[in-house]
Protein backbone atom coordinates (compact mmCIF):
# COMPACT_ATOMS: atom_id res chain seq x y z
CA UNK A 1 0.00 0.00 0.00
CA UNK A 2 1.30 3.69 -1.08
CA UNK A 3 0.91 6.96 0.93
CA UNK A 4 0.21 9.68 -0.86
CA UNK A 5 2.39 12.80 0.39
CA UNK A 6 0.93 16.50 0.54
CA UNK A 7 3.95 18.56 0.43
CA UNK A 8 2.90 21.97 2.44
CA UNK A 9 4.53 25.26 2.55
CA UNK A 10 4.75 27.53 4.85
CA UNK A 11 5.43 31.04 4.63
CA UNK A 12 6.15 33.82 7.16
CA UNK A 13 6.72 37.59 7.19
CA UNK A 14 6.90 40.34 9.62
CA UNK A 15 4.89 43.85 9.13
CA UNK A 16 5.35 47.05 10.55
CA UNK A 17 2.52 49.46 10.63
CA UNK A 18 1.80 52.99 11.70
CA UNK A 19 -0.01 52.25 14.80
CA UNK A 20 -2.95 54.57 13.17
CA UNK A 21 -3.20 52.69 10.28
CA UNK A 22 -3.16 48.92 12.33
CA UNK A 23 -6.48 47.04 11.71
CA UNK A 24 -5.84 44.58 14.47
CA UNK A 25 -7.21 45.81 18.12
CA UNK A 26 -4.59 47.36 20.41
CA UNK A 27 -5.37 47.00 24.09
CA UNK A 28 -6.30 50.17 26.73
CA UNK A 29 -2.70 49.87 28.34
CA UNK A 30 -0.91 50.08 25.01
CA UNK A 31 -2.49 53.04 23.57
CA UNK A 32 -2.22 54.67 27.23
CA UNK A 33 1.57 53.97 26.96
CA UNK A 34 1.94 55.37 23.41
CA UNK A 35 -0.22 58.65 24.71
CA UNK A 36 1.74 59.14 27.83
CA UNK A 37 4.94 58.97 25.98
CA UNK A 38 3.61 61.10 22.74
CA UNK A 39 2.92 63.96 25.70
CA UNK A 40 6.51 63.67 26.76
CA UNK A 41 7.97 63.18 22.77
CA UNK A 42 5.74 65.01 20.44
CA UNK A 43 8.10 63.91 17.68
CA UNK A 44 7.61 60.32 18.39
CA UNK A 45 6.47 57.97 15.68
CA UNK A 46 4.90 54.70 16.95
CA UNK A 47 4.26 51.15 15.15
CA UNK A 48 3.11 48.01 15.52
CA UNK A 49 4.79 44.92 14.16
CA UNK A 50 3.27 41.56 13.94
CA UNK A 51 4.45 37.92 12.06
CA UNK A 52 1.93 36.52 9.88
CA UNK A 53 2.01 32.99 9.27
CA UNK A 54 0.33 30.73 6.61
CA UNK A 55 0.48 27.16 5.70
CA UNK A 56 -0.56 25.70 2.05
CA UNK A 57 -1.14 22.62 1.06
CA UNK A 58 -2.66 20.28 -2.10
CA UNK A 59 -5.83 20.26 -0.05
CA UNK A 60 -6.46 22.70 2.18
CA UNK A 61 -5.19 26.80 3.72
CA UNK A 62 -4.78 27.72 6.97
CA UNK A 63 -3.63 30.97 7.92
CA UNK A 64 -3.97 31.38 11.86
CA UNK A 65 -4.03 34.93 13.40
CA UNK A 66 -1.16 36.61 13.86
CA UNK A 67 0.78 36.31 16.96
CA UNK A 68 1.89 38.56 19.16
CA UNK A 69 1.47 42.13 18.00
CA UNK A 70 4.45 44.43 19.23
CA UNK A 71 4.39 48.85 19.96
CA UNK A 72 7.28 50.20 18.64
CA UNK A 73 8.51 53.42 18.96
CA UNK A 74 10.97 55.34 16.81
CA UNK A 75 12.76 59.04 17.95
CA UNK A 76 15.32 60.62 16.88
CA UNK A 77 16.45 57.67 14.75
CA UNK A 78 16.44 54.75 18.05
CA UNK A 79 13.69 52.32 17.81
CA UNK A 80 12.64 50.46 21.01
CA UNK A 81 9.97 47.79 21.70
CA UNK A 82 7.53 48.77 24.85
CA UNK A 83 4.56 46.72 24.83
CA UNK A 84 3.10 43.20 23.39
CA UNK A 85 -0.26 42.11 23.52
CA UNK A 86 -1.57 38.26 23.10
CA UNK A 87 0.84 36.67 24.93
CA UNK A 88 -0.53 36.06 28.14
CA UNK A 89 2.74 35.78 30.17
CA UNK A 90 4.07 39.91 29.25
CA UNK A 91 1.24 41.43 29.14
CA UNK A 92 1.01 44.73 30.42
CA UNK A 93 4.43 44.33 32.43
CA UNK A 94 6.74 47.42 32.02
CA UNK A 95 10.09 47.16 31.73
CA UNK A 96 10.92 51.19 29.92
Not at 32 to 52: C, D, G, I, N, T
Amino acid sequence: MTKALTETLFTARWSSDPINHYRGEVPGFVLERALQLKSALPLAQFYVEEMHESYTNLKTEYSPPAPDPFMWVQYKGINVYLDVWNEPSFEGRRTV
